[in-house]
């Protein structure tokens, strides 16, 4: 029996809005939850009527109209409350000021809180937000943004950032982040595809002590979108509060269609928010994928699934309560920032920190979350084992003792990761290992308040998550591993993808393995606890520190050099993490040395993110293909490392497989 590191008491759960939902149920619909999982399966047989009772448990604001599911029986074609219609800024501002109440301190304390390493640091009140939201609403309209164009961001995670997008989202715009470190290229991969009419970037941002400008990315973005009308550019070293003033401070200018943030907000007089009537499906967020075989899906998700959603992880399953302090490291570009923003709706207040987490050996950063007694810290799998790696004992430098939960996501958590957290971070805390994505915007499987954590386990599914661990022949497994799948449609699905009428990509991307069964390409393990094990994705995506990287963005970088003819690149297990390691073929004559490898690291992390540069660059004579020409990128890591290739006979070179097996340089 593994060990249960956290349990819940009877006072404990009885605290927490899980336990106020169960108890409305039951007397509601006459029924009894004797445990988590009965819950669950309840809210999963009885889906459209758990959705509508959140609607009021919540609070919503919206008009809630006629049904709440269309087309129940046709997973892709399906849709959530179709009649009627949510903004989700609105229910930013409003759910916030319902649920921060009377609280003592709530328009005083510190409501958003920026630290950037050891260089920046300010905050901005509860009022100042929406003040200044008030304002940068009050701009957006006047350079003509209306409802349904796009915004595209590459910006830090920052205060500016939550402010424009939630005025973008009051006017029913769509917005599309990414974070600053990516090149050019890997930018217009994205966001050329969206035509937004405003785009949005900073002056700099700091990373590992460096102040690094983008003036000249932003110049080399910008002649690549024409659609492009007005670009903001936040001030990263600029504190907010002065710009929050009732009334404009300066006179009328004339703006060039590159203006800095301070001159947008300065410009306008706080004036009561507005907020454009948006269907519960309307598009609010462009999330892009991998890009594993080609450019990034733009994958868009809708005001009314992403609000309720995450409403339900933060305050179910979270426990996010009022003036909780709530902290995710994360950059724009990731979806655990839209996690993260939509915690303002449940009157939480927002830890953002931008740098390297581990700057000054994480001092920083460790130091941020007790100045500010975080109550969620959520981090990444690999922060915790570099954390454990490096000796670090943050509970015996820092005082932590504010912190009630621990979220980790990116990549699993392994059992020593469990424990570093128990043993040097906080004793009590309760351990969230969560997975879900970018697809869903949300966790398919997560913590709640009332399941014991045991070491190495995600505790349980998500309520009206309707999900299974299958083979490939639909057998329900436990105790082995199989497919993650998700039976029921559930309102976070994305509205459809940018540019795909038809829905092939998308039907594509979910429902080719099993027919009207969401197939989430995880390979996950049920445990006889009720709980879960993610070894990784099904697939060839690479997660390198709990970061998913598409092949298709590095082999576009590589093979744009004339030294390659082609590559193929997979990630490796190596040290309880994923190494990203490329093998190359060269022009006839030519010899990989020192010189060219660093070229080639080079050219990838000039145009896409540190991330994505290999560990390890390896020549190869041959890239094994199927017979209709794709290279095979699952059967080489199957034989780096170690493990038996099937479909060899789909191989129309099988032989080269022969050239990645048992490499010396593979070994250290």
Not at 71 to 94: C, G, M, Q, R
Not at 177 to 191: A, I, N, W, Y
Request: net charge neutral; hydrophobic share 35%; glycine share 6%.
């Amino acid at each position: 029996m593994k060990k249960v590191l956290w349990e819940p008491t009877k006072a404990s759960f009885e605290a927490t809005a899980l336990y106020r939902l169960k108890t409305n149920l039951e007397k509601k619909h006459n029924t009894h939850f004797e445990n988590y999982t009965s819950l669950w399966k309840w809210t999963n047989e009885n889906s459209q009527t758990f959705w509508t009772e959140l609607w009021d448990f919540f609070g919503v604001v919206g008009e809630r109209k006629g049904i709440a599911l269309e087309n129940p029986t046709d997973f892709l074609h399906s849709k959530w409350f179709p009649e009627s219609s949510v903004n989700y800024a609105e229910n930013l501002i409003k759910l916030a000021e319902k649920n921060r109440g009377s609280h003592p301190n709530a328009n005083t304390a510190p409501f958003l809180v920026f630290k950037a390493e050891d260089q920046v640091e300010f905050t901005i009140t509860y009022p100042e937000f929406t003040k200044l939201v008030s304002k940068a609403q009050q701009a957006l309209e006047a350079m003509g943004l209306q409802k349904g164009d796009r915004v595209a961001a590459m910006v830090p995670n920052h205060p500016a950032t939550i402010i424009l997008m939630t005025a973008a989202a009051s006017l029913g715009a769509i917005w599309s982040s990414c974070s600053p470190d990516f090149g050019v290229q890997g930018v217009l991969d994205r966001m050329s595809q969206i035509d937004p009419k405003i785009f949005v970037t900073s002056d700099f941002y700091i990373y590992n002590g460096k102040k690094l400008d983008l003036k000249e990315k932003t110049t080399e973005i910008l002649k690549s979108l024409p659609t492009v009308k007005n670009t903001i550019v936040i001030g990263f070293d600029q504190p907010l509060s002065a710009l929050a003033n009732d009334t404009n401070t300066t006179t009328a200018h004339s703006l060039s269609s590159v203006i800095p943030l301070s001159l947008v907000l300065e410009n306008h007089a706080v004036r009561p928010l507005k907020f454009a009537k948006t269907e519960f499906n309307h598009p609010l967020f462009i999330l892009f994928s991998s890009g594993t075989t080609g450019v990034p899906k733009c994958i868009t998700h809708g005001h009314g699934g992403t609000l309720f959603q995450h409403m339900k992880e933060h305050q179910l399953h979270g426990d996010i309560r009022p003036l909780d302090q709530l902290f995710y490291f994360t950059t724009c570009g990731w979806m655990m920032w839209n996690w993260l923003v939509t915690g303002i709706s449940s009157g939480a207040n927002i830890l953002l920190y931008e740098g390297a987490p581990f700057y000054k050996d994480a001092k920083e950063l460790f130091k941020f979350l007790e100045q500010h007694k975080c109550t969620q810290f959520g981090t990444s799998a690999k922060f915790i084992d570099s954390c454990k790696k490096a000796n670090l004992t943050p509970s015996k430098v820092f005082n932590l003792s504010s912190m009630r939960t621990v979220f980790s996501t990116g990549s699993p958590l392994n059992e020593e990761g469990f424990d570093y957290v128990y043993e040097h971070i906080n004793p009590k805390v309760q351990l969230g290992s969560i997975s879900g994505g970018t697809d869903i915007i949300a966790c398919f499987v997560l913590s709640n308040p009332w399941t014991p954590v045991i070491r190495g386990e995600i505790s349980a599914a998500g309520l009206a998550f309707d999900m299974d661990i299958w083979d490939d022949d639909k057998t329900p497994l436990v105790g082995e591993k199989g497919e993650l799948v998700c039976k029921g449609s559930f309102p976070s699905k994305p509205v459809f993808f940018w540019n795909d009428p038809t829905r092939e990509k998308f039907k594509k991307a979910y429902f080719e393995k099993f027919e009207n069964i969401w197939c989430h390409g995880d390979y996950v393990e049920k445990t006889e606890n009720g709980g879960y094990i993610i070894y990784g994705r099904s697939d060839a995506t690479l997660n390198p520190g709990g970061v998913r990287i598409g092949t298709a963005e590095i082999y576009k970088q590589v093979e744009m050099l004339d030294e390659v003819v082609e590559s193929i690149v997979i990630g490796q297990n190596w040290s309880n993490d994923v190494r990203v390691v490329l093998f190359v073929k060269l022009r006839d004559g030519l010899t990989l040395d020192s010189n060219l490898i660093d070229k080639i690291k080079n050219q990838i992390k000039k145009n896409t993110t540190p991330r994505h540069v290999p560990a390890k660059v390896l020549q190869v004579q041959n890239i094994p293909r199927t017979k209709s020409g794709k290279i095979v990128e699952l059967a080489v890591r199957q034989t780096v490392q170690g493990e038996l290739v099937k479909n060899v006979e789909a191989l129309a070179n099988p032989e080269a497989l022969s050239e990645y097996k048992n490499r010396p340089e593979l070994r250290d």
